[in-house]
DNA sequence: TCTTGACCTGGAGCGCGCTCCAGGTCCGAG
DNA sequence: CTCGGACCTGGAGCGCGCTCCAGGTCAAGA
């Protein structure tokens, strides 16, 4: 399986050398296997839950709701506690959409005003 | 007029007094009028500043974002760069809507997986 | 008048999410 | 074998957005 260097995973990901070790630390990735000497190898799939975990962020997810999340889906949890939970944190991301969308109706009516 | 004492401001925008001090310092609101002896009297127009700002942080601009939105609003500005500066904000929302859709999404797949 | 509590200011402290740094190790090219 | 660059670790530093604190002032009620 093809493997890839720290560099490139983060060129690929687009995350920073720092802030990958950062989520590993934290647990939010990996973690990541070593080779011999100690350096951390980044499979594909490693790749893409960078990807899911920095579209979370992106989304303003903390780390620690991210931390929690890992470990829902990882550790052993009934299904029903897991979709619990995956609903807790749309109902809270709705809210958030929600919010823009006031304030998005606010800058509307400025827009208009100057228009 | 009438006006508010510092805790019924607080208490009427759900704001908290040091952080009303700390938007009153960074600009994003007031200057509130002052009585003969040095206590800040809020406006009915205050509060509702107060609430534009609200609105706004929790819609995710920062500081930053909030001072030059106050300043734009308030200085010397053509309507043409207003329009322009707030058509930049909305469409700094908007991505911020298909980030959280994104997130959402994942969320929606994890859930249809797990129900 | 005295007390009490709301308010004032300037500045320190804090949690978050990185980001940077020092000092050392690994390893491929020459 | 040597050199240099990518990588390692642990820990310090930083910008943001508050939040808290000390030490003092103001003003309404007893």
Redesign the interface.
């Known amino acids: 399986m093809t493997t890839l260097t720290p560099a490139a995973a983060a060129d690929r990901t687009g995350v920073s050398l720092d802030t990958l070790r950062y989520y590993e630390r934290e647990g939010l990735i990996g973690p990541i296997r070593r080779t011999a000497g100690g350096r951390r190898e980044y499979t594909e799939n490693d790749v893409f839950w960078i990807g ?1 975990v920095t ?2 962020r ?4 903390g780390i620690g709701d991210l931390r929690e999340f890992v470990a829902i ?1 990882r550790a052993e949890h009934s ?1 029903q506690e ?2 619990a939970f ?2 807790e ?2 109902g809270a ?2 809210q ?2 929600a ?6 109706e ?3 009516g ?2 208009s005003y ?2």
Do not use: N, T, W
């Open positions: 899911l579209c979370f992106e989304a303003g997810l889906l299904p897991r979709v995956l609903r944190r749309r991301l709705e958030r959409v919010a823009l969308c006031r304030a998005m606010i800058l509307d400025k827009i100057y228009s």
